[in-house]
Each structure stands twice: as C-alpha cells, then as structure tokens.
C-alpha cells in the first residue's frame, strides 16, 4: 500500500498529461504530471499575484490567488440531463470538484448518484451537459479522460475465469502500464496470497478487492468509486478506507457515491446530496456534523431531512 | 498499442474463451478427422469434403463463434482508454479458433503437391475463418438488420459449397490456388469494413447507453415495452405464462439502447418453424424438377440436413433461457416443484413447435418414404430436449445473465463442454439412425427386412427412452434428487 501513494506518482505516470487548458500537449520527458502540474499551477500564481502586487492592487492580488489555485477542477459536470425512457434520472446536474478534494455523492436510492458517475466515467452519454475529467471533455477526449481516472462501479464484477494477477495484467495491458504497477496493485490491496486463484473462486469480498485494484492500478488522478465498501468485512473496510485517504492525500481526487453517511464522513470532506436528479445541497461534512448538533440529532437524520 | 500489448490482450482473450482441455478436444477431433480423411486422401473423390465443409459452414453460420460482451466487459474494458475496435478485433480473433479449428481439421490432411499450395492453402483457412468470425461478430453486435445481412452471406456461402462448391471461397481449402486465395482475402477483408464501427466508437463512450433497454422507436417508456403479464393465481399459471411470454432483446437501428419486446413464443417461433418446414417440404418436391441426376440421395441428403438444422437449431437454442433464471426467487418454494412445472411448460411449447415439422416429414414420406421415420425422432426431441439441455446447461457452466442482460461470464470451451457436445452429437446421432437405414433398406432391397425392423426398433427405443426421460424429470420420485443437483450446480457457476 505505502509504496502504492507514498511515491507520489513519479514514475510510471499515466500518459497523456494533464492537459494544462491546451498549452501543452506534451509533459517532458521523465516528468511526473502531478509534479509538473503543481509546479506549473504555482509558477501562474507567483506571477500574477507577483504582477498585481507590484501594481498595489493588494485585494485583486488575493482574488486571482485564490481563483487561480481553485480554477483547475480535476471533476466537473455541467448541465448534466439524462432520461431512461419516460424517467428523468438526471435533470441538469452541475458541480465541481477541485483537483485533489475528496467528494461524497450522497442520495437516496435511484436519486441519480450511480448515473452520474456513470456519465463522469465516459460509460453513458448524457442527453445533455458536459462532463470534465482533468480539463478533458469525457465525450470529445474519452481517451484522455479515461486515462486520467479509475471507475469503481457497484457490484462490480471482475473477468471471472481469469486469475487474480490475469485481471490485473489484462487491464493493464489495455491502460498500457507496465508489469510493476500490477505487482503494486497486488501488493497494495493485499492480494498476494490469491494472485494465482481465479476470480470466480474468490469471497465476494475479495473480488471486491480485487475490482479496487483494478480500478487504482494506474494510479489514476480521478477516482470515481460507486459505494466502493460493498462486500467488505470490517477489517477489509478500515483497510480500504486508510488506502483510499492516504491516495487522497497523495493528490487523487475522489467523488465516491454511497448512501452511508459514515463511509462519506470518512471518506470525504465536502458533501453533494442529489435527489430526484438534482443535486439539492452541498458543503463539507463538518457543515452537517454542525447542523446535526444543533439540532441534536444524528448526522443521518440530517441528510434524510436534506433529501426530502 | 504495441505488439506486446495486443498480444498479451489476445492471450488473455483466447484464455477466457478456452481452457487448456480444449486443446485435448482439438487433438481429438484432429485425430478423428485424420482418421475420416484417408478415404478421401485414397479416392480423391472430394465431394463429400464440400459437403462436409458446407456443414460445418452452415454449423457456423447459424450461430457459432458469435461474440458476446459480458458486464466485465462494460466496467472494466470500456472504461479504459484502450480503443473498442481493438478490443473487438482481439475477441474475434480468440473467437476464430472454432472455425479455424473446424474447417482445418476438415481439409489440412487432404494432399497437396508442393510447398506453394500449402501456403495458398493457409492463407485461405485465415481469410476463410475471419471471413466467418468477423461476419459472426459483427451480427452479434450489429442491428437486426445488419445482423440478417451477416448471417445470411454466411449462409449463402455454406449454400454455395454444398451445391456449387467452385462458387465458394471454401473451395480454396481443397483445391487451393491464387484466385481463392484472393477471393477469400476479399471476403475476409469486406467483414472487416462492415464491422460496426459505430457501435464501437459508441462503445468508447456510452457503454451502458449501448446496452441499456429502450422504449420503441418514437419515444415511450422503457418499463412499460415489457409490459404487464397476467402472472398467477396459481404456480402453473406463473410458469407457463413466463414461460410463453419470452423476452427479445435486439438492437433496431440507431446506436444507442436495447429495445425489449415480450413476445409470445408461439406467435413468432411457431409460423417461422411452420414456414422453415414448408421450405423444405418444396425443396423435397422440387428436387426432381431441378435435373437432379440421383433424386433419391439428393431426397436423402436435404431430408437428413433439414433433421440436422432443426436439432442443431433447437438444441443450441434450448439452453439460453437457463441464463434468466433467478433462484432467489424461484426456488423460495419448492425447488423440485418449480423445475417439473417449468419443465412440462417448456416440452409442451417445444411439443408445439415442432408440431409442423413431425407433419412435414408425414406429409415428405409420399414422395420420399424415409422421412416418415422422423416423425418419432421429432416427437423424442420434444420429450428431451427442455429438461436434458438445462441439465447438461448446468454441467458445462452456462453462464447467469444479470446486470444490462449481459451474461456474468464468457461461456468457455471446457472439458465439460465438449463432453455435453459429445452427448448431444450421440443424440443427435442415434435419433437419425431409423432414418438412415430406412433409407439405406431403400437402396439395398435384399437387406430391407431386417433394416426396417431395426428402425423400427430404433423409434421405439428412441421414444420409450426419451419418455421415460421425461416421467424420471417431472413426475417420478428422483425428480427431487436430480433438481438438487441441478440447483446446487447452478449455485456453483454463480447464479442468484
């Protein structure tokens, strides 16, 4: 696992890069994009504020730094519709998340939450809107964004009559990473006892595992996981959770959908609550952690309130 | 993508298609073929090789080597940046090794002078096998239409060989030559530019969108096309009108969605075998009309292929409703109960629908007397064919259909596999025999007595078995057991 986030991406970095708002098309060689897009994003914020402090313009100085640390958002959705037939699942969704954030999407069940990360994830075309992984639109650079980011679906279901490191060594050969990022994998979700079994004689739970490991084999920037604790017994839950916010930590942005607020509590730091295809609220879980000892009830009931 | 990794997705591919048992299965049918082909190596007569190959070639074109997508598939290929084309282009190519396999055991051992004919004889069984597999992975994925189009330029190619061989591009595998090898090349290289490319750049990014049901062209409600069924009051009433009312899943048209449609099996299966079977009532009857010089085998030889479709059809075809099965739900009962219910429903639909071919071979035996004898094999399908193919379904690991109606798994050529085929093959076999030598009585007139008291005995035992098949599976005592075991081995390969 340490080895997985600890080396901070830099080696093996996912190609293409970032794409810097279409100044760059190429990251030097030997660069990791996280590295070079920091260091690019702090080189605009000392020139500009450098620029307007030199004139004495004190209070734009501050508004560009801030606009300028948040204007790249690793997710975006704007405008997003989409109808199943008759049913309207999603009705003009929009939101951001900035590079690095680690959002819940919660809401009740068929609210929209599984669509939306279906749509972010390039597996569904919306009716209408756009959808923005690492600056690239999901449905005119599918390539690009898909490189960017992992998607965890629910119940998901690796190739069952492949061994543990056959998945991994099949998807990576489709990411085009190489040999070692499946070692890691195997290695960061525990996996080496069962890398030789095939996934259809694995627990549930371990093929849950297994899925994740697919899923953050790249290392991906993105991370849309879809109630990612299903079929975890506690110990593999704690185990998950520590991965997922030590990668958070490491710089991966994560929009995880679920409606279990203490999965979200753990995981995220800012909150969506979508119902009927929209999403009726948002701020950080400690803003419902507030409300919930105001009003001196659990944070749940809150949430349920909010999505009604 | 480079070499390696394509090659590591190919591999990957063909293993999960193909377990290491199923190179046991090909040395088999090598060897059997060798044994086959010295005849034909002796002689030189290459008639029958045609035949054999138009066979295997309409064995294919009904359906074999066709693509499936699984739910895998969808979450963890699609979602990646790799390009659905070449994903596509390596599952046809793990899925060619049937057809190369078929057709090479078919005509490798046939002789040939020099080195130059055995390359033109390789290059036509690639271009011959991807012609078929990529034909057949395309109507997998492609539009009924498309998808008509598809099978039926696979079917007139098998048409070809078996009655004008020299207009096929199979004929390259018997007597190779540059302009075969042309011929198929072209063939070949027009199912690779009829791939639906749209559907997979789709594929790229509205995966679930491709798979997802629809309503029906002109908007609607995508629950309400599979509209209510008067399901109940009692257990009979619910099996048998699920069991009636089928689900079609097909893809019309535009790139996006599935549109569902419940149909009633007897209003479109029955007319289409009613009409299948009076095709091959006119061909019978035509036969004579059309110069053939030996009406009495070219009777023998289109009754007999008619047999064979129908049970190739049927026995193919019997084993797919398994994957809809829900044993949560099911079985919350009576295991053994809900399977002798939904047994007899299937052998009374399968009763049905056979129906006008057992009348067809009634009615074929004024011209032709021999096919009166597959009236009694006809009626032995009926009986067992919708409890053995679920049997044998379960035993070779069909795989379970839950999520976007794609099956959980690919369904692998295994040990398992290939025993079930051998017993259907054996089946399938035995059911034609009173056929075979009543036709055989026909030709050899000393020997008709005791040919025709063996075919009768033959149809009797045929009938006596396939109905004390069918007691043992819904009414006897065992029942329980055997559905047991059946449910139990559906809880092994995974099905809720």
Not at chain 1, 15 to 33: A, D, H, K, N, V
Request: hydrophobic share 50%; net charge positive; glycine share 6%.
């Amino acid at each position: 696992m340490l080895s997985l986030v600890s080396s901070a991406y830099c080696e093996d970095c996912v190609r293409p890069p970032i794409s810097m708002r279409g100044w760059f098309t190429e990251m030097p060689e030997g660069l990791c994009c996280h590295v070079f897009f920091s260091a690019y994003v702090l080189r605009c914020v000392v020139l500009v504020v450098g620029i307007l402090g030199l004139c004495g313009c004190y209070v734009q100085c501050l508004y560009v730094s801030i606009i300028l640390l948040y204007v790249y958002e690793c997710i975006a959705a704007e405008g997003l519709r989409r109808r199943f037939g008759g049913v309207v699942a999603l009705d003009g969704v929009s939101f951001e998340v900035s590079c690095g954030g680690a959002v819940a999407l919660l809401g009740p069940n068929g609210a929209g939450k599984s669509t939306v990360l279906r749509i972010l994830a390039g597996l569904l075309r919306p009716d209408a809107g756009v959808a923005r992984l690492c600056g690239y639109d999901v449905q005119r650079q599918p390539r690009e964004a898909k490189a960017c980011m992992g998607y965890l679906p629910e119940d998901a279901s690796p190739f069952l009559d492949l061994s543990v490191r056959e998945n991994l060594e099949y998807v990576a050969a489709l990411r085009g990473v190489d040999g070692s990022a499946v070692d890691r994998a195997i290695e960061a979700l525990g996996l080496g006892d069962v890398e030789d079994r095939l996934a259809s004689s694995l627990s549930r739970g371990m093929r849950q595992r297994l899925a994740l490991a697919l899923v953050i084999m790249h290392r991906p920037r993105v991370l849309l996981l879809d109630e990612p604790l299903n079929y975890l017994d506690i110990p593999a839950q704690e185990f998950v959770i520590r991965l997922l916010r030590e990668m958070n930590a490491a710089g991966t942005t994560i929009l995880v959908s679920t409606h279990i607020m203490s999965i979200a509590e753990r995981l995220a730091r800012e909150v969506l609550v979508i119902s009927r295809g929209r999403i009726v609220w948002r701020g950080a879980v400690e803003e419902l952690r507030a409300a919930a000892r105001d009003a001196g009830e659990r944070i749940e009931e809150v949430v349920a309130r909010l999505m009604r | 993508m480079n070499a390696r990794r394509l090659w590591k997705i190919l591999r990957l591919n063909f293993k999960l298609m193909y377990s290491r048992w199923f190179l046991a299965f090909i040395a088999f049918y090598f060897a059997m073929t060798f044994v086959a082909s010295v005849s034909a190596m002796r002689t030189e007569d290459y008639a029958p090789s045609f035949r054999y190959l138009g066979v295997l070639a309409l064995l294919l074109a009904s359906g074999g080597g066709s693509l499936t997508v699984v739910k895998s598939e969808v979450d963890f290929v699609f979602s990646t940046p790799a390009n659905p084309l070449v994903v596509y282009i390596a599952k046809t190519a793990a899925s060619t090794v049937l057809a190369l396999f078929l057709f090479g055991a078919a005509t490798v051992y046939l002789p040939r002078p020099d080195v130059i004919s055995h390359v033109e004889y390789a290059a036509s069984l690639i271009f011959n096998t991807a012609f078929f597999a990529l034909t057949a992975g395309a109507s997998s994925l492609a539009s009924i239409r498309r998808s008509i189009l598809y099978a039926a330029s696979r079917m007139a190619v098998a048409a070809v060989t078996i009655v004008k061989p020299e207009l096929s591009p199979l004929y390259g595998l018997v007597y190779p030559s540059p302009f075969y090898v042309a011929y198929s090349g072209a063939a070949a290289a027009l199912a690779f530019l009829a791939a639906p490319r749209n559907l997979l750049k789709e594929l790229a990014t509205n995966a679930y969108g491709v798979f997802a049901p629809r309503g029906p062209a002109g908007g609607g409600d995508a629950a309400r096309v599979v509209g209510p069924a008067r399901i109940g009051p009692t257990p009979w009433r619910a099996v048998w009108t699920t069991s009636v009312n089928g689900v079609w899943r097909m893809r019309s048209g535009g790139s996006e969605g599935v549109v569902v449609r419940r149909v009633n099996v007897f209003k479109v299966y029955l007319p289409l075998s009613a009409a299948v079977a009076a095709v091959y009532y006119v061909l019978l009857r035509l036969l004579p009309e059309v110069g053939f010089s030996n009406a009495s085998e070219a009777s023998f030889l289109v009754t007999l292929l008619s047999f064979y479709l129908l049970l190739w059809v049927f026995t193919t075809s019997a084993d797919v409703d398994l994957s809809g099965e829900r044993l949560w739900l099911s079985l919350a009962v009576e295991p053994a109960r809900y399977f002798r219910l939904r047994i007899f429903a299937r052998a009374v639909i399968a009763a049905v629908l056979l129906a006008p071919w057992a009348a067809v071979y009634v009615l074929a035996s004024l011209s032709y007397p021999p096919a009166a004898r597959l009236s009694p094999a006809v009626a032995a399908l009926a009986l067992t064919l919708p409890a053995a193919s679920w049997l044998l379904a379960a035993y070779s690991g069909w795989p379970q259909i839950r999520d976007l109606d794609l099956p959980q798994s690919l369904f692998r050529f295994t040990l398992r596999g290939v025993l079930t085929a051998f017993l259907y093959f054996m089946f399938i076999m035995w059911l034609g025999v009173p056929y075979i030598l009543c036709a055989v009585s026909m030709d050899k007139q000393a020997l008709a007595p005791p040919l025709l008291l063996a075919a009768d005995v033959a149809s009797a035992t045929s009938l006596a078995l396939s109905a004390a098949f069918f007691y043992l599976m819904t009414y006897s005592p065992w029942a329980s057991s055997i559905w047991g075991w059946f449910v139990n081995k559906l809880s092994e390969n995974g099905y809720v």
